[in-house]
Each structure stands twice: as C-alpha cells, then as structure tokens.
C-alpha cells in the first residue's frame, strides 16, 4: 500500500472521529427520558447536592476552627491535630472550645469557625437546662447563654454556637449529628451496594452464561446461604467481635449479593442465545470477553434500575440495627441512635422529628431518582 | 357500483417520540368491495402494516396519531368511535390474522379455550353449541382429527397448524372483513401455498373481503384482485392485479417488479480442491427419561450427511424448517458437538476442542439469518467489525486496523463514514452487509451463509446476493449457503442439497435439481416456491 493512500485513509479516520458522540444515543436517549421526569431529575440534584455537601462535614460542623493564625503561624486545626502545648496548655489534643485557649489564639493571632461550632461528638457544656436541650432559638437570649462563665456578655454568647436543632440527652448537637449521620448512612450504603452488585453480577453471570451443573450447584448454595438469618448472626458476631463499620459492612456484604443474582442470572441465560453471542463465538472471541462486552451491557439494565432501591435497603438496615443497639459503634453519629433517643426523650420531639425528617428526605429522594432511572431505561416508555 | 364495505380516506399516521413527530402514512385513500381481495403491497417502512392497524385503531396510543383521515366501515367512521363501540366490531364484522403464529396464540390457554372465547364473547353462545362451532371451525379450516387438537396447547402445533387456528378464530364470527398481516411470512413455502389455498377458498365460501398484506409479489398474483403499491407512507400505484403486473405505470412498481434476485452462479467445477468435507454427519439431541435421565431416544436433527463444499463454489441447502439445515451447517462451523468426520482443509476439525478450535475460526466463518439480532445494539460498526481481527491478529496497530475495518466497509458497498455509528441507525439490508463485513475482514475460506437474506426485502435480496457473488469471485469463497428460499438459491448455488428430517433427499448440481428434479418432495417444494401451488397430501409436511 502506497502511504499516499494510507494519509488519505488516516484523514478518513480524523474525519470520522471527530463525529463520534461522546455517549451512545441509546444512552442519550435515556438521558432525556430521565431528564424528563422531573421529580426524579430534581431529587437527584438535591440528593447530589446534600450528599456533597455532607462529605465536608468537618467544614460545616466541627469543634475545631477550619483556619487559625498563632503568632504568625497558619495552622488548619480541622486536618492536623495540634497538641495544647503549642498554644501553652498540656493536653496532647487541643481543645479549641476551652475559653482559655480561645483567649490565648485570640490574643495572638485570628480563628475562622464552621458554622456549626459543634462536631457529632462535642459535648456542649453550657447548655441552658438539663440534656436535652431545646433548640436554641426557642431561648430567649439570657436563657440561652445563662451557664456561660459571663452570661450574656460571653464572648461565646453567639450564633455559631447555636444548637440549631436542640442537644441529645448527652448534650450533643442534633444538627451536627444528623449532617454526619447522613454522611455515614450514604457511604455505608454505597459501598454496600456497590460492592453487593460487584459479587452479585459476577456470580450472577457466570451462573447464566454457563449454566448445566454450574448453575444447578450454585443454586442450591445460594438456596442454603440465603437461608441463614442474617439477624442471629450479627447478634452473635456482635458479642464476639467489636463492633465497628467495617467488620458490619462485611456481614451484611457477604449476604446482600444475592439479591443481584436472580436478575443478572435470568438476563444472561436469555442473552446467552442471542445471535450477536453466537456471532461472537464464531468469531472465536474467550468466554470472558463475551460476558463483559456482549452480555454484561444487558444485565447492567436491570442492575441498574435495582441499585437505588438496593441502596436504600442497605441504609434502613443500618438504620435498624443502630436502633436496636447492634450497628455503629456507641457514640459514632448514627441515624438510628438519633431515633432511639427520639424514642426515649418522647419529651424531647425534636430529636425523633430531626431522625425521622433526614431519613425520610433521604430515602425519598433516593426514591425518585431510582423510579426515573427504572423509567428511562424501559424501552416502551414514552414520554410527552 | 355499490357503496365499498371499507372506505379509508386521506388516512395519515404519526408517530411521536420525545417530541419529533415522524409521518408513518401520508394521505392513503383506499376502498375495499365486498367480496374483493385487496393487497397492500410494499418494503417494510411504507407504512403498510400501519395503515392496516390503524383500521381496527390497534396502534399503540397516544404515541400514534391520526392528524387526517377517515375510515368508513358500514358508515360509520371508525377513527371516530370510542373504545366500547370499537370493540363490537373488532373481532366480529373486521378480524385480523396476525404474521407470527409462534406468538400470537395464547401459549397458557389450549385451541378449544381460544376459539370458545370469542365464539361466547361476541355469539353469546353456550358451552355446548361453541364445542360444537369450534369443531366445524377446525375442520374447516382444514386441521385433521380436530376432536383430538381441541385440548392441544399451541405449542404441540407446527407454524401452519397454529395460523390455521387464527384463521379459524378469525373466521368465527363470520366477519365481513379479514386484514391479513403478512400471513405466510413465518411459514414455510409448502405451508404458505396450503394456507393461501384455504383463505382463497374460504372467501369464496363466506363471500368475505380480504386486506392482504405483504412484500412479496408473487402471493399477489396468485391472491388478489386489486392492488395498492404503497412506499414511504404513499400509495403510488393502484388497480387491478393483472394490469398493475403487465402494465405498471410508476417507476416505484416496475422497481419492485424488477427486483426479485436474478443471475446465474458460475458451473458446478468438480475439479477444484475442497475446503470443507464432512462425512457421515450425525447430530443427536439425546431425549431424557425417568428419574435418573436415562437416554430413552434420541432426535435425529442431521442423520449421516455427506457433504463437500469446494474452493470458489457454493452449496446450497435447502428444506422447510425442521429439516435439519441450520443444525448441519453449525455443526460443520463446529459450534455444536456432531459426530462423523470434519475435514477442514485435509485436516479433521472434529476433535479439536474449543480452544483448540480458535485459530481455525478466522478461515471458517458465519453470516447469520437475522441481521437486527447479529449485531450487538450497543457496540459500533468499527468495533463489531474489528472484534474478531482483535483476537486472531493481535499484533495488528489500531490505525492497521482501521484501515483494514475500511477497507471491508468499501468492499460491501457501505461508506466508510458511517463506521462510528450504531447498528440501529441502519436499515436491515445494510445491517447484513456489516455482518458480512464481520466475517471477511477476518478474510476467510469459508463462509456459512444461515439465510442471510431471509429478513429482508426482495429488493436488498437482490443486492446481497450479487454482493456475495462479487465477493466469492473476488476472493475464492467457498460458501455454505442455507436457505429455505429457492429463488434465492437458484440464484446463487452450483450445488444443492434438499434435507428432510435430517436425511439427505436429493443433491446434484443446481441445473439438475433445478431443471430436473427427481423425488416427489423436491417437486413439491419447487412448485410451492415458484408457482405457490400446493402438492398432493403426505408429500411436504402440514
């Protein structure tokens, strides 16, 4: 071949490339169905918005400045642990709530707070009456700085150290604890999901693309294993092992793949006989390769319209264990300590109210945006 | 004249999808006598099934709309009655057989259920007297020993048996109008020229008009009185059937007319060296029994084939469904087990395995019927065309492949350009063509043709075939060419092998089967084909 024709081909190439849309139409097209259901378009901007936002937690609501200067020195308390000595105390964590170190950076230099001047830990030691504490714009403004050292005139006396939604019977933010509750509920259920749909479409696959014994054998195990209760079994763990996000994430993780194997299974022994595999194999292509390029894009369909509502399992369960006492670790901010307290102060409504609220904003949210999905990915949906 | 029993006028369909409308049928205006038989006759897209849905309103609403039109039925106009009264009508005055016998049957329910509901639905018959009409039906229509089909569940019926029970419930309440939706399409030629024989029949008996839908021109001939020629949503032709095929007037018809697929493979050559040898083929699905599935018997789907295919030539296979073709071909391409020898080249392919098999696959390659199925909706042109060079030439740079990918793209008559699109953007003729592609870029030695130009229009027939011919003269193909259309055959095959029930019924060269064909089963098979006759009973299956 004469490179005359090969630059004359290779202008082809540019050429033709340049028109390639960055997604398939077929996914544009979905796209704009989900786009067109605005509910779920709109939930899934909010959720994204809420989601993000509660990934810099520590920014929002921490007991800790986000910026200091000390003597000259740029210091960023929210990502380094400084120990008191720098600031002349003793202590190997400084506490930035203590009046004296306050004084003390004060005096030599500047803070810049969150606006949340609580962490999901803090413990606020002067709230106005006994834990749980109204919110504090239901004091008046005596009340509400009554058990600062100097009352009113308090330094303190201000609107970041507000606890906007009332204090826990620990005398802990509720605001606080519901932005890291948030965070925590979304990330254990993402990951859940992800890695359940991870082990649930591989197991899945490979039962349906090979069906025979394979199939039969795995089955029959899958019968067994999801036959165990998953309840006993973290009560069991849970007096054995400490309790901890990992090591509850793997417990469920090693239960919640099955429920991705029925559909992924059905969609490959449907697709397995599909013309274009049987193409494929004339053309000699590995077994491997036909699973991930010809049959997997049939299965992620019905995995994808099934994750928000895996994921919004994933985040009741956990929910429901923190509520009984067998999730997080005490003391971590959790959704469902948050409502078991709810349920212990009934004087204290703003505590279920606040659990109950960010749970079911989150769930619906999540809601929505699974029910568009599932609509823009049906092919016979038309929408007007 | 009198008044048509069916009067559609200026009719227009439009589809709607995320807010582009696109025009399916564009101001139809048609009339049907009573008593008359009239053919739509068009390629798929010209709106023909369209126009004939919208006549009993069974277009998928509110994406479809009618933006013009009326169809007057019994003066009334049907586009404007609402669903209750529509539905007096549907099943009763008009009915409707649909193309696919496989699914339009309910497989839950058995005959007797099927045909009893609508005789008691619209005749408000009793159980007694429905048992009764439905035998009458059966029998009518031509099924034997209906007593015993009444509690058969469709699928222990053949293709032809269930569309004679679709035509038996369409014909239950003895209905002024049958639309027929390509009713033969799915059947075999020798069943397609018994089912056309009986609707014939059965008009003339019920003194009913007939909407026949089809592409092919030959069930027109031998059906219909009068013809409407429609393409992209217009009817550009009509009249009456003989004068519409002697004297067509529209460059659109005398297209049609023209199309069927034409020319003369090169003579049978003996001489030249073979590529593909199999000898005493045998395919056996093992039937299983009993608690320890013991192997009770067997389905003998290709029983002792001896078959040679050789360089530059093509063997043509052909049979009705069931026959054992498709089966025959894959075993020789080794996708399924078979027993027998397999020489590929001199060399016996048989026992390899899988893996072993897999540097062999780029020579020996296969053309599949369906070209909407064959190819991957979500890969691109260039990445179905460049898979199998992937695999077998690995070390091949990505600008090498490309070029190659088109290269084969020009070489099947498609621009280049259009690589980076997706397979739904192209019509069904062109699909086939990049399936083509698929296999020769690989440039093989064999080629396995599974129908590949049995879902397509005549007209794309036409083209594939001499695209094939150009590319086995080109390249010295040996072809293994499987179809039950023996136009299409003639057209292409120096060889023929006729199968039935997986045995070999007659082989020879094409001229000789052609011109000259010896067993009773090979007649028939040619008169159903090119004459649409039907053979005497217990020749070709029912």
């Known amino acids: 071949m004469t490179t005359d024709v090969g630059t004359a081909g290779a202008a082809v190439v540019e050429e033709a490339r340049g028109k390639r849309p960055w997604i398939s139409p077929l996914n544009q097209r979905r796209w704009a169905n989900f786009k067109a259901n605005r509910r779920g378009y709109w939930s899934l901007w909010i959720f994204l918005l809420l989601f993000v936002l509660s990934l810099f937690a520590e920014f929002i609501a921490n007991d800790k400045p986000v910026l200091a200067s000390y003597k000259g020195e740029i210091l960023f308390p929210v990502l380094v642990d400084y120990p008191e000595e720098k600031f002349g105390g003793f202590y190997a964590v400084t506490d930035y709530r203590d009046p004296v170190i306050q004084d003390e950076i004060n005096a030599n230099g500047w803070m810049i707070w969150p606006p949340i001047r609580y962490s999901y830990r803090t413990v606020n030691n002067f709230v106005p009456e006994a834990a749980p504490a109204k919110p504090s714009w239901q004091y008046d403004a005596k009340t509400r700085c009554s058990q600062l050292p100097q009352g009113e005139a308090d330094p303190n006396c201000i609107v970041g150290n507000w606890n906007w939604l009332g204090t826990d019977d620990q005398a802990r933010d509720v605001l606080a604890r519901a932005i890291y509750g948030f965070r925590i509920s979304v990330l254990f259920g993402l990951i859940l999901t992800i890695g359940s749909a991870i082990i649930g479409v591989s197991a899945g696959a490979v039962q349906g693309y090979f069906g025979g014994w394979t199939d039969l054998i795995f089955q029959r195990f899958i019968e067994i294993w999801s036959a165990i209760p998953v309840l006993y079994l973290l009560l069991i763990v849970a007096a054995i092992l400490p309790p901890g996000f990992f090591i509850l994430l793997g417990l469920m993780l090693l239960f919640s793949w099955v429920a991705f194997v029925g559909v992924v299974r059905a969609e490959f022994l449907r697709a397995r006989n599909f013309e274009y595999v049987n193409a494929a194999r004339a053309l000699g292509v590995p077994n491997r390769t036909i699973m991930f390029r010809h049959l997997l894009p049939n299965a992620m369909v019905a995995t994808l319209t099934f994750l928000p509502f895996i994921l919004n399992g994933s985040i009741s369960t956990l929910t429901s264990l923190d509520f009984l006492g067998f999730g997080l670790p005490p003391g971590s901010a959790s959704l469902g300590e948050l409502l078991k307290q709810g349920q212990r102060n009934l004087n204290a409504p703003w505590l279920g109210i606040t659990g109950f609220a960010t749970l079911s904003i989150m769930l619906s949210l999540l809601i929505f945006v699974g029910e568009a999905t599932r609509d823009a990915f049906d092919p016979r949906k038309t929408f007007r | ?542």
């Open chain 2, 1 to 542: 004249m009198s008044a048509p029993l069916l009067s559609v006028r200026d009719l227009s369909v439009a589809f709607s999808q995320g807010g582009n409308t696109s025009l399916a049928v564009d101001h139809v205006s048609f009339d049907i006598a009573k008593g008359e038989t009239v053919a739509l006759v068009g390629e798929s897209g010209s709106g023909k099934s369209v126009s004939a849905l919208s006549v009993l309103k069974l277009l998928p609403y509110p994406a479809a709309s009618h933006p013009s039109g009326r169809i007057e039925f019994d003066g009334k106009d049907l586009l404007a009655l609402d669903e209750k009264a529509l539905r007096k009508v549907r099943g009763n005055k008009i009915t409707m057989i649909f193309q696919e016998p496989m699914t339009s049957l309910n497989p839950l329910h058995t005959i007797e259920q099927q045909i009893v509901e609508v005789l008691e639905l619209h005749l408000c018959m009793g159980q007694r007297e429905a048992r009764q009409r439905t035998l009458d039906l059966l029998k009518e229509v031509g099924i034997r020993d209906p007593e015993k089909r009444l509690s058969a569940y469709p699928h222990q019926l053949s293709g032809g048996q269930r569309q004679r029970v679709m035509i038996a419930m369409s014909l239950a309440n003895e209905p002024e109008l049958l639309i027929a939706d390509e009713p033969t399409t799915a059947l075999d030629v020798t069943v397609q020229a018994q089912i056309l024989e009986l609707l014939a029949k059965l008009k003339q008996k019920n003194g009913m008009s007939m909407l026949f839908i089809t592409h092919d021109l030959g069930i027109v001939r031998k059906i219909a009185d009068r013809v409407c020629v429609m393409t992209k949503g217009k009817i550009v032709e009509t009249g009456p059937t003989a004068e519409i095929f002697d004297n067509p007037q529209h460059a659109y018809t005398r297209h049609l007319l023209a199309a069927e697929p034409k020319g003369k493979p090169p003579a049978a050559n003996d001489d030249a060296k073979p590529v593909m040898a199999g000898d005493d083929v045998k395919v056996w699905f093992p039937i299983k029994q009993g608690f320890f599935r013991k192997t009770v018997d067997y389905v003998k789907a290709v029983d002792g084939i001896d078959i040679t295919v050789r360089k530059g030539q093509t063997v043509g296979v052909v049979g009705e469904s069931g026959s054992g073709k498709t089966t025959l071909g894959l075993a020789l391409a080794r996708m399924i087990s078979s027993t027998g020898t397999i020489r590929f080249d001199g060399r016996d392919i048989n026992k390899l395995s899988f893996n072993d098999m897999r540097p062999l696959r780029h020579e020996l390659q296969i053309v599949f019927q369906d070209p909407y199925g064959s190819l991957s909706p979500r890969m691109s042109v260039s990445e179905i065309i460049e898979e199998g060079l992937k695999i077998h030439e690995p070390k091949l740079s990505p600008e090498a492949r490309d070029r190659r990918v088109v290269d084969v793209l020009g070489e099947v008559g498609l621009d280049p350009a259009t690589r980076f699109r997706y397979p739904h953007e192209f019509s069904g003729g062109q699909r086939q063509r990049i399936a083509i592609a698929r296999a020769m870029v690989l440039k093989p030695r064999f080629v396995m043709l599974d129908e590949p130009t049995s879902a397509l229009d005549m007209s794309v027939q036409a083209q594939v075939v001499d695209l094939l011919r150009n590319l086995q003269a080109k390249h010295n193909l040996a072809y293994l060419f499987i179809s039950h259309d023996l136009k299409v055959v003639r057209a292409l095959a120096n060889h023929v092998i006729v199968m039935r029930n997986g045995k070999i019924v007659e082989a020879g060269p094409s001229e000789q089967i052609f011109g000259n064909p010896q067993t009773d089963y090979t007649k028939a098979l040619m008169s159903a084909a090119f004459r649409i006759e039907t053979a005497p009973v217990g020749v070709v299956s029912e």
